[in-house]
């Protein structure tokens, strides 16, 4: 058997030199344990081996396994490919905890440290489990553009691009995309970056964010899309739990199953469990960040550590969402202890009512005319959501920051690398 990867730690006992080699086929290190008098060549090659060096060897599992820090090997060949140049600016056996800002910076060197490759073979899970559960549902992947006209919330946060003698941006959101195609494919997904121009730094915001987005046609109302969210949700969760049990022991994270379907409160019932516990939301104002934490830490001690706020106010809502007679809307968000993960709703899909939502947002129609105009065509009724990949991520193995579930940062103050 041919193992190949990178010695992340070396240690002589004696006559012994244990390597531990961080490789591709398991996220624990493979250690192999080099004795004088078994391999004598071997023993005198690994000696001084540098942690760091690139090598793969030749080998087979150790009849009697001891190590408990991963697989063990008896070696028979050792080649080595590379060796560092100078000491790694990291510990890549993680033994000094490194700031956030250095694992950013060498996040491609720390992949070596089996937590951290953990955490994004995890994040792999994540994106494959999803594609499954939509193949098994019949949904169609898509790809919408990424340089765009128009954005669907608003100029604010659109990251500017000059498109030849035209003005575009970086694509916020595939919303009125996926909506558009709604007058020809009943169920569409596709797994996208969102670009957002937000200034602000906090641990919830990049400015290139993932998302996992859906738009389902011939829905009765938002509850449909509420469930294929939190069906998704659970299966993601569950193809975790199977087939990441490795990167789950490595992280000590221990992670539940999910039972469906979620807590439902609506957003009204939001504001009154917030207002008696003293933080007033005024009239028609979305949840603040605060407000929402408050919220997920009430929800949390009655059990409810997932649940969907359902019927925004209008006044907090995009353009998009079908509106009810009473001044709420179909959006619904999906919140895990604090945290915004989702997004969704029904959408207005009757032309006029259309036209009017964005008259009364103070859009100008003249701007979505490419949007407007699939909805002349027999639009069904439909829905969808967005949900954040990192926020998602960082809810399930309990990590505090965005930043650390996302193998390359941009955020206001990285560009590089
Ligand atoms: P927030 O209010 O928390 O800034 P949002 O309501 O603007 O988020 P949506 O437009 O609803 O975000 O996007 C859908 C999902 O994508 C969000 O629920 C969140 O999980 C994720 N998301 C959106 N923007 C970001 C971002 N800047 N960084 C990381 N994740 C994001
Ligand atoms: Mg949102």
Same mark, same amino acid.
Not at 141 to 155: H, L, N, S
Not at 285 to 295: F, I, M, N, Q, S
Not at 330 to 342: A, H
């Given at each position: 058997?041919?193992?190949?990867?990178?010695?992340?730690?070396?240690?002589?006992?004696?006559?012994?030199?244990?390597?531990?080699?961080?490789?591709?086929?398991?996220?624990?290190?493979?250690?192999?344990?080099?004795?004088?008098?078994?391999?004598?060549?071997?023993?005198?090659?690994?000696?001084?081996?540098?942690?760091g060096?690139?090598l793969?060897?030749?080998?087979?599992?150790?009849?009697?396994?001891?190590?408990?820090?991963?697989?063990?090997?008896?070696?028979?060949?050792?080649?080595?490919?590379?060796?560092?140049?100078?000491?790694?600016?990291v510990?890549?056996?993680?033994?000094?905890?490194?700031l956030?800002?250095?694992?950013?910076?060498?996040?491609?060197? =720390?992949?070596?440290?089996?937590?951290?490759k953990?955490?994004?073979?995890?994040?792999?899970?994540?994106?494959?489990?999803?594609r499954?559960?939509?193949?098994?549902?019949?949904?169609m992947?898509?790809?919408?553009?990424?340089?765009?006209?128009?954005?669907?919330?608003?100029?604010a946060?659109?990251?500017?691009?000059?498109?030849?003698?035209?003005?575009?941006?970086l694509?916020?959101?595939?919303? =009125?995309?996926?909506?558009?195609?709604?007058?020809?494919?009943?169920?569409?997904?596709?797994?996208?970056?969102?670009?957002?121009?937000?200034?602000?730094?906090?641990?919830r915001?990049?400015n290139?964010?993932?998302?996992?987005?859906?738009?389902?046609?011939?829905?009765?109302?938002?509850?449909?899309?509420?469930?294929?969210?939190e069906?998704?949700?659970?299966?993601?969760?569950?193809?975790?739990?199977?087939?990441?049990?490795?990167?789950? *022991?490595?992280l000590?994270?221990?992670?539940?199953?999910?039972?469906?379907?979620?807590?439902?409160?609506?957003?009204? *019932?939001?504001?009154?469990?917030?207002?008696?516990?003293?933080?007033?939301?005024?009239?028609g104002?979305?949840?603040?960040?605060?407000?929402?934490?408050?919220?997920g830490?009430?929800?949390?001690?009655?059990?409810?550590?997932?649940?969907?706020i359902?019927?925004?106010?209008?006044?907090a809502?995009?353009?998009?969402?079908?509106?009810?007679?009473?001044?709420?809307t179909?959006?619904?968000? =999906?919140?895990?202890?604090?945290?915004?993960?989702?997004?969704?709703?029904q959408?207005?899909?009757?032309?006029?009512?259309?036209?009017?939502?964005?008259r009364?947002?103070?859009?100008?129609?003249?701007g979505?005319?490419?949007?407007l105009?699939?909805?002349?065509?027999?639009?069904?009724?439909?829905?969808?959501?967005g949900?954040?990949?990192?926020?998602?991520?960082?809810?399930?193995?309990?990590?505090?920051?965005?930043?650390?579930a996302?193998?390359?940062?941009?955020?206001?103050?990285?560009?590089?690398?």
């Open positions: 058997m041919r193992i190949c990867g990178w010695v992340i730690r070396r240690k002589t006992i004696g006559k012994i030199v244990i390597l531990e080699i961080s490789g591709d086929t398991s996220s624990k290190p493979h250690v192999i344990a080099l004795k004088k008098e078994r391999e004598p060549e071997l023993f005198e090659l690994a000696r001084d081996l540098p942690v060096t690139a793969c060897f030749e080998g087979e599992l150790a009849p009697v396994q001891k190590s408990r820090r991963g697989v063990e090997y008896i070696a028979k060949e050792i080649k080595i490919y590379s060796r560092p140049l100078e000491p790694l600016p510990d890549t056996i993680g033994k000094v905890p490194a956030l800002d250095t694992r950013i910076r060498y996040r491609y060197l =720390l992949l070596r440290n089996p937590a951290e953990a955490i994004f073979k995890i994040r792999e899970s994540i994106l494959r489990a999803a499954e559960y939509f193949i098994k549902n019949g949904f992947e898509i790809q919408t553009p990424k340089i765009v006209a128009a954005g669907a919330e608003g100029g946060t659109l990251f500017p691009v000059k498109y030849f003698e035209y003005n575009a941006y694509s916020q959101s595939p919303q =009125l995309y996926k909506q558009m195609l709604m007058s020809s494919v009943p169920r569409v997904y596709e797994i996208t970056p969102y670009f957002r121009a937000e200034k602000f730094d906090t641990p915001h990049l290139e964010s993932w998302g996992i987005d859906a738009e389902i046609g011939f829905i009765e109302s938002e509850e449909d899309v509420m469930n294929v969210l069906n998704l949700i659970a299966y993601i969760v569950d193809y975790i739990r199977k087939n990441n049990v490795e990167e789950l *022991e490595i000590g994270v221990e992670l539940k199953p999910l039972t469906v379907p979620f807590k439902r409160i609506t957003f009204k *019932e939001a504001v009154d469990i917030l207002s008696s516990e003293g933080v007033e939301i005024p009239e104002e979305d949840l603040t960040e605060a407000a929402e934490k408050k919220l830490e009430i929800m949390a001690s009655k059990g409810y550590d997932i649940f969907f359902t019927r925004f106010p209008w006044e809502t995009g353009f998009y969402y079908m509106r009810n007679e009473d001044g709420t179909r959006k619904f968000d =999906l919140d895990y202890k604090g945290l915004e993960l989702s997004s969704g709703g959408r207005e899909h009757r032309y006029e009512k259309l036209v009017e939502a964005l009364d947002k103070g859009l100008n129609p003249e979505f005319k490419f949007y105009e699939a909805f002349k065509y027999g639009m069904p009724p439909h829905g969808g959501f949900l954040g990949v990192e926020r998602l991520l960082v809810k399930l193995l309990g990590l505090s920051n965005v930043r650390e996302i193998l390359f940062v941009r955020d206001r103050n990285r560009l590089i690398p």
